[in-house]
């Protein structure tokens, strides 16, 4: 495997259900990074962690829990999701913050009925 | 409210003619600008970026040119081949959150035979 890879591509779910989005990266990089795409919406930052250690939660519910057990693996933690929640998330890693160039996954399509 | 504008959500162009892709920003604080690619079913990857202190950047087919009093950037593919049909995101950080990058919405570019 190369790059950032996710699993699943595809997920559907109930709004009562628990599952969790997987992200790992083989770049070597020590950040990594959560985006939520809405349909006709922008890209929209969720989670930031830099050597594993969240470092930006942009005002995301309760319901998204994010995990970063090492450098190269994020998880993203789904519980009593909205329909609204419907969207592709795309994980992307980085080495070190800043203005350096984030690599991103295939993303995860997701759909909550 | 959107701080990054990408007013066309399509553009279709020639192959061996100029592409030229725009994208506004309005928050003054932006010093650092980036252009994304995303082929279907692949996530974003990276093309070419532009400091503030800079008006142009170019590397092989794809100039970028940013015009700071006029908060606009502008992505010139020349000469458009086919494989250059893809979406195209335009995103913007500064240096207070610079690992936070502000999306715009895309912009679809067909390049024609």
């Known amino acids: 495997e190369t790059g950032v890879t996710q699993t699943p591509r595809h997920l559907v779910m109930g709004m009562t259900n628990k599952k969790s989005l997987k992200c790992e990266q083989h770049l070597g990089h020590n950040a990594m990074y959560w985006y939520k795409q809405s349909a006709k919406k922008p890209l929209e930052l969720m989670f930031v962690?830099?050597?594993?250690?969240?470092?930006e939660n942009n005002s995301v519910p309760s319901r998204f829990s994010p995990e970063c057990p090492n450098s190269s693996h994020l998880f993203l933690h789904l519980h009593t999701l909205q329909p609204e929640d419907s969207a592709l998330y795309l994980c992307?890693?980085?080495?070190?913050?800043?203005?350096?160039?984030?690599?991103f996954g295939p993303g995860t399509r997701l759909t909550v009925l | 409210d959107q701080q990054v504008k990408q007013n066309s959500p399509s553009l279709s162009v020639q192959e061996g003619r100029i592409s030229i892709l725009n994208c506004d920003y309005t928050?003054?604080?932006?010093?650092?600008f980036l252009w994304y690619k995303k082929y279907p079913a692949e996530g974003p990857t990276f093309l070419i970026s532009?400091?503030?202190?800079?008006d142009k950047n170019e590397d092989g087919r794809f100039t970028v040119f940013l015009n700071k009093s006029a908060k606009h950037l502008s992505l010139h593919i020349v000469p458009s081949q086919p494989g250059d049909s893809a979406v195209y995101f335009c995103a913007a950080s500064d240096p207070g959150t610079a690992s936070k990058l502000t999306f715009g919405t895309g912009t679809r570019l067909q390049v024609t035979l």
């Open positions: 532009i400091s503030s202190i800079k």
């Open positions: 928050n003054s604080m932006f010093d650092y």
């Open positions: 992307a890693s980085s080495q070190g913050l800043g203005r350096n160039e984030q690599f």
């Open positions: 962690y830099s050597l594993e250690e969240r470092v």
